[in-house]
């Protein structure tokens, strides 16, 4: 099995910052896209932001330019830097990727959620 552990979430103030991180482990070969998603309450789950094992970047529109995704391949985890946060930004952060596991079959993984709260 592979495992996401998400940390970094808390409450903040508007324009403040946060860094995410999701740090995989467990039986794994390789690890392919990293993502991080978000849902608030009575919303649909969104992608934020992804990158590809190497290093390519998306961003939702309306992240593009305050957001910051990146990656450690070496340890295996993921960031995200969020800058300038807004109250529209308030949701739980949930990490997710895939690759292939140690047994050579394919796998999908989620993390267990971090809630980011941006309220003054």
């Known amino acids: 099995q592979v495992q996401l552990v998400e940390s970094g979430g808390g409450l903040v103030q508007p324009g403040e910052s946060l860094r995410l991180s999701c740090a995989a482990s467990?039986?794994?070969?390789?690890?392919?896209?990293m993502g991080w998603y978000r849902q608030a309450p009575g919303k649909v789950r969104e992608l934020v932001a992804r990158i590809t094992s190497g290093g390519s970047t998306t961003y939702a529109d309306s992240v593009e330019g305050r957001f910051t995704i990146s990656r450690d391949n070496a340890r295996n985890t993921a960031y995200l830097q969020m800058n300038s946060l807004k109250p529209e930004d308030t949701a739980v952060y949930s990490c997710?990727?895939?690759?292939?596991?140690?047994?050579?079959?394919?796998?999908?993984?989620w993390g267990q959620g971090t809630q980011v709260t941006v309220s003054s």
């Open positions: 467990g039986y794994f070969r390789t690890i392919n896209a």
């Open positions: 997710n990727t895939d690759g292939t596991t140690g047994w050579g079959t394919p796998f999908v993984s």
